[in-house]
């Protein structure tokens, strides 16, 4: 259904956990928005500005303090959006779901856009006292459970979640963070080197301990590595003998990212462990990394999550290894760098698969799809 007079609706998206240029949410969702003809705004910590036709109204600096950012930042956050009364509320963090209450009561539209599985991302927190994590999670899902089944929408990146809040609300959509097209060297040509490379968190759930290890097992091949570094996890990698064959660019821009790091390398490291949100071995889709290496044109390492591995298989532009084995994350690399005529054909199918199917275009189509299903039901309500 075509909703009409979209300039007419408004629309606020609500994160007091994200910042204001987030990608997912400003320049994916909030973006996407506006060009179909919705009056956007998105209240977020940072300072105020307006870009694409999306109306950005900063509240500070988010509190350092957790506590304060869960509670009087997310007051905030509420109370101002609450002050642009707006038709429709997309929250972000499950900080605001109180606030979908009071926005129920005065009679507005809700989405929550549920970026993780929370019951499971609970079990992780290492700010939450292991004996009382189990207890948490499930005080957390009877909650969640109460609010997803009053709003209007739900937005979910994982199967298990949609098929969890699908039972509670009949308007959920598994909206994926695949790359946006134009960003990136869609049409570019596979440059051989020996390296490897990584842009992100560099914390031990990306398994660069192991890579470092292969990378001592192999001697000529060096890793281009940037991102914030967590300690004492990068005091650790720092001790390892094959260290030596690290390039560490620190924290640099995303743009500077693709000229720096991606260009000069033939691989693109994707080694996720087994975390809680990924179940183990069955994986997620919602992780861009492993989508961005493909838009980049790298043959991927990845782990051999069930999800990826069908991708990786179907569209041949990779190699899947268990990120624990040293061993096989060794005789991957080896393989690519060896057999670079093979590794350019894989980063070619990775590029076209991002360009035919996993880019934020079909994610897109649910969005506004999932916003005119919200809309076309307030119309029948009314008539």
Known sequence: MNITNKSKIKICHMTSAHNSN???IFHKECVSLGKYGYDVSLVAHGSSFKKNGINVIGIGQIPSNRFKRMYSFAKEIYEKAISLNADIYHIHDPELLPYAYKLKKKGKKVIFDSH?????TITEKKWIPNWLRSTVSKLYGKYENKVISIIDGAIVCYHWTGERYSKINDNVEMILNFPLLGGGKEHSEYKHSRKIAFAGGIACQWCHKEIIMALDKLKDVEYELAG????PYGQELQSQDGWKYVNYHGVIPHEEVKTKIYSSASIGMCLLDYIAQCKGTIGNLSNTKFFEY?????????????LWKEIVEEEECGVCVNPRNVEEIMKAI???LD???IAKKMAMNGQQA???KYNWGTEEKKLLSLYEN??????????
């Open 339 to 341: 057999n670079p005529s």
């Open 294 to 306: 493909m838009q980049m044109g790298l043959p991927v390492v990845c782990t051999d999550f069930k």
């Open 116 to 120: 993780e599985d929370y019951l499971l």
């Open 334 to 336: 080896g393989f690519l």
């Open 22 to 24: 987030d990608t997912r």
């Open 374 to 383: 919200i809309l076309s039901r307030s119309k029948n309500s009314k008539e």
């Open 354 to 356: 991002v360009l035919r």
């Open 228 to 231: 914030k570094m967590n300690e």
